[in-house]
């Protein structure tokens, strides 16, 4: 078979395994969950657990969702930078895929989540705790939003440690992560 028959053999909709069904229902919600549109959440599930890469008409014929949703979930996915097309020869469809090494792809969405909602928060609250005289004509809230802010700059500072390593250091360190826990917590209670 030739490349491009191959394409068109594969735009019908794909044969889903019950788990991988349960796996991206459950992605779906978990997105919702997230604050991630669900049918984006699904699309991402579904790449995730695809062989191959898919072209939109496969996604919307496997999910069963409209094709400009398909297009605007895509985009959005790409936008995160976790999807990524794929061009084949003969075939001028565009073919999705999603990264393969979840850390780095966890990186990549910390970042992105950050830069969203992190940031402008601790803009805000920066602003807010030097607002002229707060501290005298309100002393419980400054004191609250400054508790805050330093909670939010040190996890800042720790989160830019963590994302100079490799996503091998990383998976190393959060497996070493239970163990300091209990470490620490050991220590806490003998005093």
Not at 31 to 42: D, F, L
């Amino acid at each position: 078979m030739t490349e491009t028959t191959d394409a068109k053999v594969l735009s019908h909709p794909l044969t889903l395994t019950p788990t991988q069904k349960r796996f991206i229902l459950h992605w779906g919600e978990m997105g919702s969950k997230w604050g991630v549109n669900r049918t984006v959440a699904q699309i991402h599930a579904l790449l995730m657990v695809s062989k191959d890469p898919l072209n939109a008409e496969q996604i919307t014929d496997t999910l069963a969702v409209a094709r400009s949703n398909v297009s605007t979930s895509i985009r959005e996915l790409q936008g995160w930078g976790i999807v990524e097309v794929i061009h084949r020869l003969g075939d001028r469809r565009d073919y999705f895929h999603t990264m393969q090494d979840v850390w780095q792809m966890f990186r990549i969405v910390a970042a992105k989540r950050k830069q969203r909602e992190i940031d402008p928060t601790a803009d805000l609250l920066r602003e807010l705790v030097e607002t002229p005289d707060l501290k005298e004509t309100d002393p419980y809230t400054h004191q609250r939003l400054n508790n805050l802010l330093t909670f939010i700059q040190t996890m800042t500072r720790w989160y830019q440690q963590v994302e100079r390593l490799s996503p091998k250091a990383i998976s190393n360190m959060a497996k070493l992560g239970a163990k300091l826990g209990s470490m620490f917590e050991r220590r806490t209670t003998k005093r």
